[in-house]
Every structure is written in structure tokens, then in C-alpha cells.
């Protein structure tokens, strides 16, 4: 669903080794590549075009890593840039340096030109590196050369280094005509301009980080919070937004206005009208990126996206527009970070990851390239995000998702025979952001492989899965299993029998987990609700002793309501998880401030219905 055409430029350096390694509580690591340089020195162009050269050496620790480093791969648009591998070598822990021998140093054309669905003029630039063992360092030199500006007269770039990687050495320069207008922004970098000299005026930062700290679950994304730096010529959001529409080309061609009257033929209101539009091209325009030259950045003209039956996010964005012009509703694309990154540097450069569509007259995003989301909706990605509106420039922002409007409701019912096993059913209805990826998860599920699918749902036990249509898009989305649970009560008693049971979806005691210490960092967070409904037929057998207490618990992001009640030897749970948040995002002290509380809700979550 993320665009890769829009791509993204950050150089997200060595992100994830350390998760080989484990630490709590914000302990240090022992992480399995030690950065010993990092150099990047840019010479920029007054056309916007530069030359780079990259110096790097790396320190491998583990077994690992050595095997995840055997070469080093610098990737290239064949278009619009050249790239040359200056030097390459291994150097061994006692100092020995072997130099990469001209043929171990070729060209090939990149994995993701050839395994994305899309076209690309990527290649990558490869040295291999010899005689690599643990203790080991790897070095290469190479220097990039932007030969065409992605966007006429403008040069950007970002970076950002990962706490979780250790960096000794990180430097980074910049020289670039005196009267060229750079606007750089550095998150904890030292540095900053020097003084100009032979005309040309020079920029030096640098960052070391000795002590790599343990990535926590949930974080946001690296982008928004590590330290980094930005360097762009673009003054403004505004000035990414022109440049961009500049050479968008939206404007409806007969074919376009011809579709849109079929359509929409005998429909008034404008938010059908769109729900119309939206869906076809949902349905009909397939997902295909296209990475040849400026093909990441500029949209393919909406008569071309019509005419082809696919394109990438930019060009679902185009062609809806087209047809909505065509029956008179204003829209404008909106670029946007899909995924985990909530905000937008100060300084403005063109790096989005995707592109959905804004209606101003309805107040209404649309992403038509997540078949599987309603109109109306947008996927969990797409949610509280900061967007670029292009066609005015302004900086919008996608809605926060609703406690109401998001989650699931599980309703589920057990016969337990003298034996100690269970016959049962569980239906769960999902809403939001929860149906549309459970919509996306099943319609890809081969036949073949739904009685796996209910086994690896159940704790003990197979059934028969059945769903409703996941191409009918309503408000909500439903499935569930009819099975045999073995050995679910073990008889005869005493024993508990606990309400987490049957067709797992969602499990609220695991929603409720407090194993984390304590957060340092801005997370990514739920606003949804979650139900279930338990009912227990129990045999006759068995008498039951004692049910779990009402409770009633709520703190600053959530709250747990449970009820439980007994007819005979049929026992009734009803337990509510809510969570009640003001955006996606996060922050550590609410986290600290509400552990206490979602441990007792952890603990009500796992109580037992006791027999005997």
C-alpha cells in the first residue's frame, strides 16, 4: 500500500542491528557493527546538481553481521545519476588491509527493479568484500554523482542516524555556491555554517554516539525523534506543492469526462458521486510503481493512468482527481509519511512516501490504493498524519481515528463435553482500521489454507473458517470459526477455566501488557475498542465454585469494564477494553502515568471461572 514511487530519500544508517541484542530499561548495548566513520561531503551546483562522496568503515561483531555485510550495494538511478566505487577493502583485526580486486566490483540492475510491481531504472553499484571474519572492519569509498536534478534547480537531503548504532565518527559537509539559498535544520549535530570562502559558502556538521540504547516496541519512527540533519533549497511546503503541480497533469481528457458521466449517471450527491469515482479506480487501476528517471516524483498525465489500467499512488491520486473534476468536485492530492512518522521537518524537502486524494468540499481523504478500506475511511497508515494539500500548498492534517469507530467486537460460545473438550463457534466483527487489514489478510488466504489459519488461532484445536465478502466494503467486516477445542477443561476438577479462549483475534489481556519498564520515546498507540463475550456451557459434572468480580478500571488512556454472570452451568463473561486517546501518537509519561492501572486491567484479564 506505501507508494515506493514517491520514494523516500533518508539514509536510515544500519537501523535494526541492534535488535540481535537485548537490553531493558533503556540499558546499553553491545551491538553488532560499530560505525568507526561516516563521512558524506556534498559539493552542490547552482542547477541543483552535486556530487557526493561517501566514506564509510564499519566494525563487525558478530557472526551476523559478517554475514549480512559481505558487500557493499550503492544504489543509482541509471537516469539520472552515475555512481563510482572509489576504493573497498577489509580491514583484518591485526591491521591487515586486502584491497577488492576490480572484478569483484560490477553494476547489476537493483532486486527491487526486478521483484516490485513496477518499473525502475534503479541499478546498484556492488564491491565484494574479501576474507571477512568477526572482528573484522569494512570500508568503501564511493562517490554519486546527480547528473539531473529530481526536481529542476533544487537539492535536498536527509539523514538521520539511529540510536540504536553505535557511531564514532559521524561528519557531514556541504559547499554550494554563496548565493544558492540552503536551509539546513540539525537534530543533536554539532556544527553548523563556516566561513564562506572562494565563493562558495560551506556548511560542517558532526555527530558521535558511543552507546547504542535498546529500540522499544511501538516507537515512532526514527525520523521524527533520532538525531539527524536536513539541508533543502525548497523555502517552503508551498514551494514542494508547486513544484509538484507543476508538473502533475490532471486535467480530464474526453476518455476521463466520458468515464466519469458513465459513472456517475443519475447520481446528485456529491459524496456518492465520489464514492462512485473512488471505488472504480479501486477496483480497476492496479498498483504499479514506476521509478524511470523523475517517474518517482511526477505523476503519469490521468488520460495516460486511464488508458494503461495501472500506476502508483501519484497516479490513483491523478486520475481520481481527473474524474472528479469532471462532475465538478474540487480535490487536490496530499502527499504524505505512510506508516509510523507523525511529523514533517521544519525545513521543507519533497520526501513523502505516498499520495491520497483530499475533497475539500466533503472534508474527506481518500487512499484508493488500499483496496480493502471503505470510502470514507483510511487505513491505520494514512491515520493523524500530517499532509501536503498540493494544490494550495497548505499543510493539512488525515483525522484521528475514534474510539467508537475502530476495533473489534468477539462473540463466542463453548459447549464443553464430560470429556474436557469443547465445541464451539466465535464471530468477530471488526470495524475500521482492524476490518480493513482482516479484509486484506483473508482475500489473499488460499482455500487450502483456512483450516491452518483457525488451528494457528486456536490454542487446541481445527475448525472451519467462514467470512463474510471481503470485497464488499460496508462499515464492518466480519469472520469466525466453528471448532473443537481439545482438552480445554481438564475434568475432573478442581481447575479454572479462563475467558481468553476459543478464536483468537485479539487478546485484551495482551493488549494490556506493562513488561516494558518504562518508555523514553514517543510510541505509536491504539484508539479503538475491543470486546468480547465469552459464554461457557459447562458439563454437568462440574459444579462451579466462584466467577471473577465486576471491576471497573479507567485511567488516563484507557478503560476495562467486566462483568460476569451465572445460569446454571452456563457462565456469561462481558469484558470492554477502550482505548481514549487524543492522537496516534503517544507520549512516555502517559505511559508511566497509566502502567499502574493497565496492570490491574492485565491481571482482571487473565481471572478464571473456578469449578470443581
Not at 93 to 98: D, L
Not at 401 to 418: C, D, I, M, S
Request: overall charge negative; glycine content about 8%.
Amino acid at each position: 500500500m506505501v507508494c515506493g514511487g514517491w520514494r523516500v530519500l533518508v539514509v536510515l544508517v544500519w537501523l535494526g542491528m541492534a535488535s540481535a541484542a537485548t537490553a531493558e530499561d533503556g540499558a546499553t548495548l553491545q551491538t553488532p557493527v560499530v560505525f568507526q566513520h561516516w563521512v558524506a561531503d556534498y559539493k552542490v551546483a547552482a542547477d541543483g546538481t552535486y556530487e557526493a562522496t561517501m566514506d564509510f568503515r564499519m566494525r563487525l561483531s558478530t557472526q551476523g553481521a559478517v554475514d549480512q555485510n559481505r558487500s557493499a550495494v550503492v544504489p543509482f538511478s541509471d537516469s539520472l545519476q552515475s555512481a563510482e566505487m572509489l576504493e573497498a577493502y577489509t580491514l583484518k583485526s591485526n591491521g591487515t588491509r586486502i584491497d577488492v580486486a576490480p572484478e569483484q566490483t560490477f553494476t547489476r540492475t537493483s532486486p527491487a527493479a526486478v521483484n516490485a510491481p513496477g518499473f525502475s531504472d534503479y541499478k546498484v553499484l556492488i564491491a565484494v568484500f574479501p576474507n571477512v571474519a568477526v572482528g573484522d572492519s569494512i570500508g568503501w569509498r564511493y562517490r554519486l554523482r546527480q547528473t539531473t536534478p529530481f526536481f529542476p534547480g533544487q537539492f535536498w537531503l536527509r539523514r538521520v542516524f539511529g540510536r540504536d548504532t553505535v557511531f564514532e565518527d559521524v561528519r557531514i559537509s556541504v559547499e554550494a555556491p554563496a548565493d544558492y539559498p540552503l536551509m539546513t535544520q540539525a537534530r543533536d549535530m554539532s556544527g553548523g555554517r563556516l566561513a564562506d570562502a572562494d565563493g562558495m559558502a560551506r556548511w560542517q556538521w558532526s555527530f558521535r554516539n558511543d552507546h547504542a540504547v535498546a529500540p522499544e516496541p511501538s516507537a515512532i519512527s526514527v525520523l521524527d525523534r533520532d538525531p539527524g540533519l536536513v539541508v533543502s533549497t525548497f523555502p517552503s511546503y508551498a514551494a514542494v506543492a508547486e513544484d509538484y503541480e507543476r508538473r502533475a497533469k490532471a486535467e480530464p481528457t474526453e476518455d476521463v469526462r466520458a468515464l466519469a458521466a458513465g459513472l456517475t449517471k443519475g447520481v446528485t450527491d456529491q459524496r456518492e458521486q465520489a464514492a462512485l469515482l473512488a471505488a472504480w479506480v479501486s477496483k480497476n487501476v492496479r498498483y504499479v510503481g514506476v521509478w524511470l528517471g523523475s517517474g518517482g516524483w511526477v505523476p503519469h498525465a490521468a488520460g495516460e493512468v486511464l488508458k494503461n489500467g495501472y500506476g502508483d499512488c501519484k497516479d490513483h491520486s491523478t486520475l481520481l482527481s481527473a474524474l472528479l473534476s469532471s462532475v465538478g468536485i474540487p480535490s487536490t492530492t496530499a502527499l504524505i509519511n505512510a506508516g509510523d512518522s507523525f511529523a514533517l521537518p521544519t525545513v521543507a524537502v519533497p520526501e513523502f512516501n505516498h499520495a491520497i486524494t483530499y475533497l475539500p468540499s466533503l472534508d474527506l481523504y481518500v487512499d484508493t490504493t488500499s483496496h480493502y478500506t471503505p470510502f470514507g475511511q483510511l487505513p491505520a497508515v494514512d491515520a493523524d498524519k500530517p499532509v501536503l494539500l498540493t494544490a494550495t500548498g497548505e499543510i493539512g492534517h488525515t483525522p484521528v481515528p475514534t474510539t467508537l469507530a475502530n476495533g473489534a467486537v468477539a462473540r463466542t460460545r463453548l459447549r464443553v463435553g464430560e470429556d474436557g473438550n469443547a465445541e464451539g463457534e466465535t464471530r468477530i466483527t471488526l470495524r475500521g482500521a482492524q476490518a480493513t487489514a482482516m479484509r486484506r489478510e483473508l482475500a489473499a488466504l488460499a482455500p487450502l489454507d483456512e483450516a491452518e489459519f483457525v488451528r494457528r488461532r486456536l490454542s487446541n484445536g481445527r475448525g472451519r473458517l467462514f467470512k463474510d465478502d471481503p470485497e464488499k466494503l460496508g462499515e464492518d467486516f466480519s469472520f469466525g470459526a466453528a471448532y473443537t477445542l481439545d482438552n480445554m477443561m481438564p475434568l475432573p476438577g478442581p481447575g479454572g477455566v479462563s475467558f481468553n479462549v476459543g478464536l483468537q483475534f485479539f487478546n485484551l489481556a495482551g493488549m494490556t501488557n506493562t513488561s516494558l519498564p518504562k518508555r523514553t520515546v514517543d510510541f505509536v498507540c491504539d484508539i479503538a475498542t475491543f470486546s468480547d463475550e465469552v459464554v461457557i456451557e459447562f458439563p454437568s459434572s462440574a459444579s462451579i465454585v466462584a466467577l471473577p468480580t465486576d471491576v471497573d478500571v479507567e485511567t488516563q488512556a484507557a478503560s476495562l469494564t467486566t462483568h460476569y454472570q451465572r445460569d446454571g452451568n452456563v457462565v456469561t463473561a462481558l469484558r470492554t477494553l477502550q482505548w481514549h486517546r487524543p492522537s496516534r501518537r503517544c507520549k512516555p509519561d502517559e505511559y508511566m502515568a497509566s502502567r499502574s492501572a493497565l496492570s490491574r486491567m492485565n491481571a482482571e484479564l487473565r481471572r478464571q471461572a473456578i469449578y470443581q
